[in-house]
């Protein structure tokens, strides 16, 4: 922390002084709203030359586009090149920051804020807990130490990533210092009910009839991992195409396909290229997932992990179901 707090304090005495934030691809709600959070909180300690960014194509997803801080955002492409502070959130690896990830290497120092049990400990100083359950966690932490008064726009930012990184305070990781954090923030005068329809259960009617679609052809493998049960569904391209939807909308499909009673690892690989997915897997906790995707070449936690598969769908699930016995955790 003491370095954490030196590197942003080391900013004050340089008016000119230039802060770049970054965050992963396909920003979810922790990454955009740990770093927008802080990025308002950066702003109320005096600094001027401030850019937030994440790689890709610069589209904030619908359910995010009323964040405070938005006008923080600039398109990867415009960045600062040569910071002198970079600080990244939410990202496991280098890898995750694609063509932003030359930045950490840059003059200036680069701090990274994080919480994944994956994380391979890229840039100069790392503030890494992965019992934290959002990035937002540790941003608020710094924030504090900084001396940064929270208030209502930084507030609503760290509420929707916690929010979102612990399934509306569902997941194992809500401790009660969630809850403190939650209740710190809610006392800002944030409203929970507005914050959590917009982003969790406002989408549009095509998305609706899209997720019928590809719920109907969910598969069930009883006993796909030494007894335990397997259900996967996939979504294409095409299936966005024809329901006239975004890839964001996809995002929330996991959370149907794990209810499954019978299996206890769910996966959803998501379209990305001719032949390239995105596959999101959750576990209910006989298997660890971080491990299946690590092996495969991505990251993320025990029970919600992540990789990129190549080839057709049989293959991408084939390559999961040949990982799942090995990532059985002890009964
Ligand atoms: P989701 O399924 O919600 O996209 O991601 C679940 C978790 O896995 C998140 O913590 C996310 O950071 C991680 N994750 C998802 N996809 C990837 C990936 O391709 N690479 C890495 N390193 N982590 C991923
Ligand atoms: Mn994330
Ligand atoms: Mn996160």
């Known amino acids: ?44 300690l ?3 030359h401030l850019q937030a960014t994440f790689p890709g194509p610069p589209e904030v997803p ?20 040569e910071p002198d502070l970079v600080i990244c959130f939410d990202a496991a690896s280098e890898s995750r920051l694609g ?18 049990g994956s994380n391979t400990r890229f840039g ?19 924030l504090a130490r900084l001396e940064v008064p929270l208030d209502a726009e ?24 969630v809850h403190r954090l939650a209740a710190r923030l809610l006392a800002t005068g ?29 598969r069930l493998e009883p006993a796909a991992a030494a007894g335990h049960g397997l259900v996967w569904t996939y979504a294409t391209q095409d299936d966005l195409a024809r329901y006239d939807q975004r890839p964001y909308v ?22 990305v290229g001719a032949a390239e997915w995105a596959v999101s897997m959750r576990s209910k906790g006989a298997v660890d997932v971080s491990r299946v995707a690590v092996a495969l070449g991505g990251g993320g936690h025990r029970f919600a992990a992540g990789f990129t598969g190549v080839g057709d769908v049989d293959a991408v699930v084939g390559l999961i179901r040949a990982e799942l016995d090995g990532a059985l955790l002890p009964a």
């Open 1 to 44: 922390w003491a370095a954490a707090v030196a590197a942003v304090r080391a900013l004050d005495g340089d008016p000119d002084a230039r802060v770049l934030l970054i965050c992963h691809v396909n920003p979810d709600g922790d990454a955009l709203g740990s770093m927008l959070g802080f990025g308002l909180g950066l702003r109320r």
């Open 46 to 48: 005096g600094v001027r």
């Open 62 to 81: 619908e359910p995010f586009r009323w964040l405070p801080g938005l006008e923080l955002l600039v398109p990867a492409d415009e960045a600062y090149r």
């Open 99 to 116: 063509e932003l990830a030359d930045r950490l290497a840059g003059p200036g120092r680069a701090l990274v804020l994080d919480h994944h």
């Open 124 to 142: 100069d100083v790392q503030l890494v807990d992965p019992a934290a359950a959002a990035t937002s966690v540790v941003a608020e932490e710094l």
């Open 154 to 177: 930084i507030a609503a930012c760290l509420y929707v990533a916690l929010t979102t990184d612990t399934g509306s305070f569902r997941f194992e990781a809500t401790t009660p210092a």
């Open 190 to 218: 944030i409203r929970p009910g507005d914050i959590s329809r917009e982003v969790f259960d406002t989408r549009p009617f095509g998305a609706v009839r899209l997720f019928g679609e590809v719920l109907g052809r969910a």
């Open 250 to 271: 996809l995002e929330a499909l996991i959370d149907s396909v794990r209810c499954t009673a019978e299996a206890d690892v769910a996966c959803v690989l998501k379209q």
